[in-house]
Nanobody, 123 residues
Framework: QVQLVESGGGSAQSGGSLRLSCVAS????????MGWFRQVLGKEREAIARIFSDGSTSYSDSVKGRFTISQDKVKDTLYLQMNSLNPEDAASYYC?????????????????WGQGTQVAVSS
């Protein structure tokens, strides 16, 4: 089993930056890829960034060029650097881990989830 804990959420001004962290514990050696998802009230949770076992990454069009996903495997920590924030980025952000090596953008294919961290962006 794997446990995930996010941190780093908070408030930022439009154009500002935040960095989210996600610490994994437990059987982290079973993880093939990880991702960041976000969800706003009344909408579906969406994948915004993924990092695969070979270190390659994938981003949604809405965040590409502004957000960067990275990981420190020694510390079992996943990061999301968010730059050029805008009000549309306000959401609950979740990290997720996939032990199946499917590494898709579908939420149901990720076995482990964090509790979420809130991000607010003011104009």
């Amino acid at each position: 089993q794997v446990q995930l804990v996010e941190s780093g959420g908070g408030s930022a001004q439009s154009g500002g930056s935040l960095r989210l962290s996600c610490v994994a514990s437990g059987e982290t050696y079973t993880i093939y890829c990880m991702g960041w998802f976000r969800q706003v009230l009344g909408k579906e949770r969406e994948a915004i960034a993924r990092i695969f076992s070979d270190g390659s990454t994938s981003y949604s069009d809405s965040v590409k060029g502004r957000f960067t996903i990275s990981q420190d495997k020694v510390k079992d920590t996943l990061y999301l650097q968010m730059n050029s924030l805008n009000p549309e980025d306000a959401a609950s952000y979740y990290c997720a881990a996939d032990p199946y090596n499917w590494c898709t953008s579908d939420t149901y294919e990720y076995k482990y989830w964090g509790q979420g961290t809130q991000v607010a962006v003011s104009s």
